[in-house]
């Protein structure tokens, strides 16, 4: 389905529905597509997550928290 943005403004509810019901919108502005509202899909539990808890059996590093911030630095 494809909405305006001044849909978007003046029926959020009626569009949020929609995407409810399991269908995409694409919102255009001035005739051009812009965003899409999908349905959101839960993540599930973070244990169920294959990167969850990643760090605690790395035998290299002692202090995640200093490894990470010492890697964040060289970004800036």
Request: contains cysteine.
């Given at each position: 389905?494809?909405?305006?943005?001044?849909?978007?403004?003046?029926?959020?509810?009626?569009?949020?529905?929609?995407?409810?019901?399991?269908?995409?919108?694409?919102?255009?502005?001035r005739?051009?597509?812009?965003?899409?509202?999908v349905?959101?899909?839960?993540?599930?539990?973070?244990?169920e997550?294959?990167?969850?808890?990643?760090?605690?059996?790395?035998?290299?590093?002692?202090?995640?928290?200093?490894y990470?911030?010492?890697?964040?630095?060289?970004?800036?």
């Amino acid at each position: 389905m494809k909405a305006t943005a001044k849909d978007l403004r003046f029926h959020s509810r009626e569009l949020l529905d929609t995407v409810g019901r399991g269908e995409e919108v694409i919102i255009t502005f001035r005739g051009k597509p812009c965003a899409k509202l999908v349905p959101y899909q839960h993540a599930g539990n973070a244990k169920e997550d294959k990167l969850f808890g990643m760090w605690k059996e790395n035998d290299e590093i002692e202090n995640v928290e200093e490894y990470v911030r010492n890697i964040r630095k060289r970004r800036f």
